[in-house]
């Protein structure tokens, strides 16, 4: 169990109803958003990645200080939010952001897994 628990995923392995996911990730970019209907709280969408793929994280209040442009993050209990038909990595209050060392690798920029549009199908049996 303790093995499963650190155990990392990589981006490319990224499907949309998971949850519980731990990443070490690369940040490509920040850009704050401002939120309609909410008054309250900061948000930023984040292109992220490591060495698969990247993906937008979309980071909120105290994690748009952590989430900088060229830092690497750590991503715990992570889970994959669906925004408009297209994958969006999330950390609710359930998991932690942290800063650590620079990495090591170079993020795979040509495989973006949040430009892929799912459709939800309905199968009735």
């Excluded at 060229?70 to 992570?78: C, D, E, K, Q, V």
């Excluded at 040509?110 to 009735?124: K, P």
Aim: aromatic share 4%.
């Amino acid at each position: 169990m303790a093995d499963q628990k650190n155990q990392t995923t990589k981006v490319n392995q990224l499907r949309p109803t998971d949850t519980g996911l731990n990443l070490i990730v690369k940040v490509i970019s920040s850009k704050t958003v401002a939120q309609r209907g909410r008054a309250q709280g900061r948000f930023a969408e984040c292109l992220v990645g490591d060495e698969t793929a990247m993906i937008i994280f979309s980071a909120r209040n105290d994690q748009v200080d952590l989430a900088k442009e060229g830092n690497t993050i750590i991503l715990s209990n992570a889970k994959i939010d669906m925004f408009k038909g297209s994958m969006r990595l999330a950390v609710d209050r359930t998991g932690r952001v942290e800063v650590t060392e620079p990495a090591s690798f170079s993020v795979d920029e040509s495989n973006n897994l949040s430009l892929i549009e799912f459709e939800r199908i309905d199968v009735v049996v």
